[in-house]
C-alpha cells in the first residue's frame, strides 16, 4: 500500500525546493521504497530524473544522504544545482584541501547537511569519519563502473561492497543510464543489496530526432557541424569523436569557421580541462568537440544537438551520449556519421578488449543500428515508440532497381582478383589516374571506368549497401578488402535482381530546414521574442553572479513563463521549475520583464 502522507510530503518538498509540481514515471515509487528503508535500483536513461529519486528521499529523512559519484565535475555540477534550490550540499574529494573537507565533515555532524558527494576512494579513506555521521541513505550515482559487464568499469567501484557490510540498516540505491540485464545483476550482487525494489524506465526519449548518415567527406562534416551550431545561435552542440586528434581537429576546424568552440579529452592537462569544461556550461564556448571523456552526468538543459563524427562501440554509449541533448525536453537532434573505417577500428578494440564475444556482439547491435533501413528508434528501443521521430520513417529512401549498378561494382570486384577495398574499387569504377591503379594495371580492366557517371561518394554510398544487403563482404583478416558473397554471384550472373535505395543529394546531408529551434518556437509557443528576452535577461543574471545560465532557470522554466506569462508571484510559482528558493531570487527581475513586454516594452536589466 502506499504511503499517502509519505507521497504528500514528498510533493511538497519537490514543489518547494525544485519548483516541480509532479513526478516523473517512477520517481514516486522509487522514492517511497527508499524513504521507507528498502533498497533499491533505478535505471533510467540520461535526463529521466535519477538524482530526484535519492535527493527526495534525504529531504525525507534525518540526517544527511551520501551520494558516491565518480567524476569530481559531476559532484561539483550536482552540489551547485542544489545549493540554487536552497538544499545544503556539499562534496567530500582529493582535490579540496584537507581543511575544507574537516569543515564540511563538522558540518554534516551538525546536521547542517542535506547531501553530501564523495568518490568511491574517498569514502572507503575516510569510512570511520562517515561512521561517525547520521546517515539517511548512500546512493550509487553511475552504478554500471561497479561492473566488468558494464562499458565504463571502474575498479574503485567495486569496493564498494563495503557499505552494506559497514551500514546493514542503511537502505542503499544504485542509479544507473545502462540497462542490460546483466550489468543490472551484476550491481545488485557486488553491492550485496537486498532484495532491492528494481526500476527500470522506458528508454524512448521522443524529443530527440535520429538521424545516421554514411560518413561524407571531412568538409562537408565540417560545414554540417557549423551550419549546426549556427542554426542554434543560443543553444549549445557536442560533437564527438573517436580520437583526441580527431576532436582536436574538428575544434580547430569549425572555430576557423566562426564557431566559438572548445576540445575535450582525457589527453588534455586538468585544468585544460576544467577551463573548457567552465566554458561550455556557462555558453561562452557553444560546441565541445569531445572523445567519450566527456559528458558522464552533464546536465546541461540546452543542449540542442549531438553530432557523432564516428560510430561508438555499442548502443548503450550511443545512447548515453545522445542522451545529453535535450534534457529539458524539447526538441533535440542526434547525428550520426559512420564509415567501415569505424567498423575496422571498433572491431579491433573489440578484438583486443577482454571481452571479445560480447564487444564484439555489441558492435553488430550498434552497427545495425546505423545502417538501418528502418525505424531507427524501433531498434533503438525494444518496443515501436509511438512518436517516431526518425528518419527513416519521415523521408523512407527512395528505391531503384540496382541491378546493373551493382554487377559494374561486383565484375570489377572479381576481375580484381578480389584484392582491393572500397576506396581503390570506387577509384577503378571511376577511372582515376592514379599510380597505384595504373601500377597495378587496373586501368586496363574492362570495368574500369563504367561507374564514372556516379560521383565518389555515390559509390560509396551503393558500396556500402551492397555490404549491407550482403552481395559483398569486407575481409577484415585481408585489410579489409572486398569479396564477393554467393548471393553477389548470383546477382552478377543475372539470376537475381536487386533493389537499393537512392543516395541522398549532398545537401540532404546539410541542417535540417524544419529544425528543432523552429519546432521550439513553433505556433504553439505565443511570444518567441519574450522567450528570447527572458534568455537574454538570464544570460546578465548568470554573469553577474559567476554562474551558469541553466542555474539560474532552464529553457523549458522560460518557456513556460513566456507562453503564460505569470502576473504575480503565485502565478510565477505556478511555473514548472520555479522553487522557493528561485522564486525568492529572480521573481521580481522576472516579473519585472514580463510585465513589461505587455506594454511591448522590455525593461532594462537591473545593474548589479
Ligand atoms: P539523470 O540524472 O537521470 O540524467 P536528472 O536527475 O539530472 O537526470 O534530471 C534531468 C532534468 O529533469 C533535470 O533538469 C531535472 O531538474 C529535471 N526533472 C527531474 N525530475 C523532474 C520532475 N518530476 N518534473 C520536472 N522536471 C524534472
Redesign the pocket.
Known amino acids: 500500500m502506499p504511503d499517502i502522507s509519505l507521497r504528500e510530503r514528498a510533493l511538497s518538498l ?1 514543489a518547494r525546493f ?1 519548483g ?5 514515471p517512477g ?1 514516486a515509487e522509487i522514492i517511497e521504497t527508499v524513504a521507507s528503508g528498502r533498497d533499491a535500483v ?1 535505471i ?10 535519492y ?1 527526495l528521499p534525504a529531504l525525507l529523512a534525518d540526517g544527511c544522504g551520501i551520494v558516491v559519484s565518480p567524476l569530481i565535475a559531476l559532484m561539483q555540477d ?1 552540489t551547485q ?1 542544489l545549493v540554487a534550490n536552497g538544499i545544503p550540499a556539499a562534496a567530500i574529494h582529493s582535490n579540496q584541501d584537507e581543511d575544507a573537507n574537516r569543515r564540511i565533515f563538522a558540518a554534516a555532524a551538525a546536521g547542517r547537511i542535506k547531501l553530501l558527494y564523495v568518490s568511491p576512494e574517498r569514502l572507503l579513506l575516510d569510512i570511520d569519519r562517515f561512521r561517525a555521521l547520521k546517515i539517511s541513505l548512500f546512493a550509487i ?1 553511475e552504478a554500471h563502473c561497479i561492473s566488468q559487464w558494464g562499458h565504463d568499469f571502474r575498479p574503485d567501484y567495486t569496493q564498494l561492497a563495503t557499505i552494506k557490510e559497514s551500514f546493514p540498516s542503511t537502505p542503499v540505491i544504485a ?1 544507473t ?1 545502462t540497462a542490460d540485464r546483466l550489468t543490472r545483476d551484476d550491481i545488485i550482487a557486488q553491492l550485496g543489496l537486498r532484495d532491492p525494489y528494481c526500476y527500470m524506465s522506458s528508454f524512448d526519449r521522443p524529443n530527440i530526432s535520429l538521424r545516421a548518415y554514411t560518413s561524407p567527406d571531412k568538409r562537408t562534416r565540417i560545414r554540417f557541424i557549423a551550419d549546426m551550431a549556427r542554426r542554434y545561435p543560443q543553444d549549445s552542440g557536442v560533437v564527438y569523436c573517436l580520437s583526441r586528434k580527431g576532436a582536436e581537429d574538428t575544434c580547430r576546424a569549425i572555430t576557423a569557421l566562426g564557431v566559438k568552440a572548445v576540445c575535450y579529452h582525457a589527453g588534455m592537462a586538468p585544468e585544460q580541462r576544467d577551463r573548457a569544461l567552465k566554458a561550455f556550461l556557462d555558453s561562452s564556448a557553444q560546441v565541445v568537440c569531445a572523445t567519450v571523456a566527456f559528458g558522464m ?1 552533464i ?1 546541461k ?1 540546452n543542449i540542442r544537438w549531438v553530432v557523432h563524427c564516428n560510430m561508438p562501440g555499442n548502443i548503450e554509449s550511443y545512447y548515453q551520449e545522445i ?1 545529453r541533448a535535450g ?3 524539447l526538441p533535440a537532434e542526434a547525428v550520426l556519421f559512420y564509415s567501415y573505417a569505424d567498423v575496422v577500428m571498433r572491431r579491433n578494440f573489440a578484438n583486443e578488449s577482454g571481452q571479445r564475444e560480447v564487444n564484439l556482439e555489441k558492435l553488430a547491435r550498434m552497427q545495425a543500428y546505423a545502417e538501418a533501413r528502418v525505424c531507427r528508434r524501433r531498434i533503438l528501443l525494444s518496443y515501436f515508440g509511438e512518436e517516431r521521430n526518425c528518419d527513416n520513417c519521415k523521408n523512407p529512401p527512395e528505391r531503384f532497381d540496382g541491378t546493373i549498378l551493382a554487377q559494374k561494382a561486383l565484375s570489377a570486384v572479381m576481375r580484381t582478383g578480389q584484392q582491393v577495398g572500397i576506396v581503390m574499387l570506387t577509384a577503378i569504377l571511376r577511372g582515376s589516374q592514379r599510380f597505384d591503379i595504373r601500377q597495378a594495371g587496373y586501368d586496363r580492366l574492362p570495368t574500369f571506368g563504367v561507374g564514372v557517371d556516379l560521383t565518389h561518394a555515390e559509390w560509396i554510398h551503393y558500396i556500402t549497401q551492397m555490404l549491407q544487403l550482403g552481395l559483398l563482404e569486407m575481409a577484415y583478416d585481408r585489410n579489409n578488402k572486398l569479396n564477393v558473397t554467393p548471393y553477389g554471384m548470383r546477382i552478377l550472373r543475372g539470376q537475381e535482381r536487386i533493389t537499393l535505395s537512392v543516395c541522398p543529394p549532398p545537401q540532404s546531408y546539410k541542417v535540417k530546414k524544419q529544425s528543432a529551434a523552429d519546432a521550439i518556437a513553433a505556433p504553439s509557443s505565443p511570444d518567441k521574442r519574450l522567450f528570447e528576452h527572458l534568455k537574454t535577461v538570464r544570460r546578465q543574471i548568470a554573469a553577474a553572479r559567476n554562474i551558469p545560465p ?1 542555474l539560474v532557470f ?1 529553457d ?1 522554466t522560460l518557456l513556460e513563463m513566456s507562453e503564460r506569462k505569470p502576473r504575480n508571484l503565485i502565478e510565477f510559482m505556478q511555473i ?2 520555479v522553487g522557493e528558493k528561485k522564486a525568492a531570487s529572480y521573481a521580481a527581475i522576472f516579473l519585472g520583464e514580463i510585465n513589461a513586454s505587455r506594454s511591448g516594452d522590455f525593461a532594462q536589466m537591473p545593474k548589479n
Not at 20 to 24: A, D, E, T, V, W
Not at 44 to 53: A, I, Q, R, V
Open positions: 519537490l525544485y516541480y509540481h509532479s513526478f516523473r520517481q533505478a533510467m536513461p540520461t535526463g529521466g530524473g535519477k538524482s530526484l529519486c535527493q550536482q544545482g550515482d542509479l543510464a552526468g546536465d538543459s542522451g534534457r529539458d525536453g541553466y532552464s523549458a514548472s521549475g
